[in-house]
């Protein structure tokens, strides 16, 4: 029997193919590895981009200002089982992983930026559309990260402790409220714990809102609500009927005019706002409790206060009306001879000099009626199938911001976040 081993040119022969399989084996593992790896990584940051769409678009983030980017830190995004995002290669740096989120006037835009602890990631915001494996690089520090500025627009960081919305530069400033209240006291009139009407003859409360990439339109504020505040369009929507025919009463809710103004379908005036203007308005509670004519200001506040109604689009209240004339003694005279017996009437930024809507609900004994404002400046009703000119009135959501301007007709605020 043989029993012949091998030789030590043969061993040493089968060790220098090994090696020479080896060399050229590692490279493309290593490389396979690797690609996968940044596979794994870009599959990962698409998952997070998708779960800040989610939160875009279910409005519990709201971005709307086009003058700025957004970045939402790795820390507010959650995945598969409601978990944080992890790297393939370590953890990321929280502080130096984000979703950057633009907005044009017509629709959002997303990037990503990050790094996470190996030294790994993608140094300058690029669209989560256009992200390739060349684009992650390692060996990264974190001043290599260049997150500031880098869609060309103000960086803009989601607050992190909360997720909420919030931004930094939310959390540093003073509410819209809390200027207004300082800035314009002279202009308000308190009729309630936290409510206030501007009130004269023309009060700096001009504000620009439902803005395209050209114009926007001008609304004007009627007042503050808790953080919220009320605003009214300046311009009038012509021709508009409370209700079909006098067949239907005068309750607002379900009437004709309130679903139109409320209307998120084709041809409704809610539609037809802009997607900015939309992420502004808060759906609000409108007081619509009976109330008289001839009640003054504090009776039909009071009144109006007994029914509530929450909606997104409404009208101006007559004891706003009431209340916007630069005169106490103007808000005790009673509603229906309020412009010939109070000697105040021309202090009144809320006379049009148009006849238009305006709410609560009408007593029984005029089913028929709604309340209206007259051209002349008197408080009356008129039947629901008549035609008067409409002022939609909406709440702002207490993230609106007052970035410019400073409220005149020829320098309107300019509302942001």
């Avoid at 997607?275 to 506040?301: E, L, R």
């Amino acid at each position: 029997m043989n029993k012949k081993g091998f030789t030590l040119i043969e061993l040493l022969a089968v060790i220098i193919i090994l090696g020479i399989l080896m060399i050229i084996a590692i490279p493309s593992v290593t490389r396979y590895i690797s690609d996968s790896r940044k596979a794994a990584y870009i599959d990962t940051a698409k998952q997070v981009a998708s779960a800040t769409k989610n939160l875009v678009n279910s409005g519990k983030l709201e971005m709307y200002d086009t003058s700025v980017a957004y970045y939402i830190p790795n820390t507010c995004i959650k995945v598969e089982n409601g978990n944080k995002a992890k790297s393939p290669y370590g953890e990321f740096i929280d502080d130096k992983t984000y979703v950057v989120v633009t907005y044009d006037g017509k629709g959002y835009s997303y990037y990503w930026v990050s790094l996470d602890d190996t030294g790994t990631g993608v140094k300058e915001p690029i669209s989560i559309d256009k992200l390739e494996e060349k684009d992650i690089e390692t060996d990264l520090t974190r001043d290599d990260v260049k997150d500031n500025n880098g869609v060309g627009k103000e960086k803009v960081v989601i607050f992190s402790s909360t997720c909420d919305g919030k931004t930094e530069k939310d959390a540093n400033s003073d509410s819209i409220v809390s200027m207004l209240l300082n800035e314009k006291q002279s202009q308000l009139v308190q009729i309630d714990d936290d409510v206030y009407i501007f009130k004269g003859g023309n009060p700096d409360n001009y504000v620009k809102f439902n803005c395209d990439e050209i114009n926007c339109e001008t609304w004007r504020i009627i007042g503050i609500y808790g953080n919220q505040l009320k605003i009214q369009r300046a311009t009038a929507l012509l021709s508009q009927k409370f209700n079909d025919s006098t067949s239907d009463e005068n309750v607002w809710e379900g009437s004709r005019l309130e679903m139109y103004l409320n209307q998120e379908t084709e041809g409704g005036f809610y539609y037809s706002l802009q997607h900015s203007a939309k992420n502004m308005i808060s759906t609000g509670t409108w007081y619509v409790g009976i109330t008289t004519v001839g009640a003054n200001a504090t009776t039909s506040y009071e009144n109006a206060k007994t029914m509530t109604l929450d909606r997104k689009v409404g009208l101006l209240s007559i004891y706003e009306y009431l209340y916007a004339s630069d005169g106490e003694n103007c808000y005790n005279t009673p509603g229906n001879s309020y412009f010939s017996s109070c000697g105040e009437s021309i202090y009144d930024w809320m006379k049009k000099n148009r006849n238009y809507w305006v709410l609560p609900n009408v007593g029984n004994s005029k089913r028929t009626h709604a309340h209206c404002i007259y051209a002349d400046g008197s408080i009356t009703r008129d039947k629901v199938n008549s035609s008067k000119d409409v002022y939609p009135a909406v709440f702002l959501n207490s993230l609106v911001k007052i970035i410019g301007g400073s409220g005149t007709s020829d320098d309107p605020y300019t509302l942001g976040m």
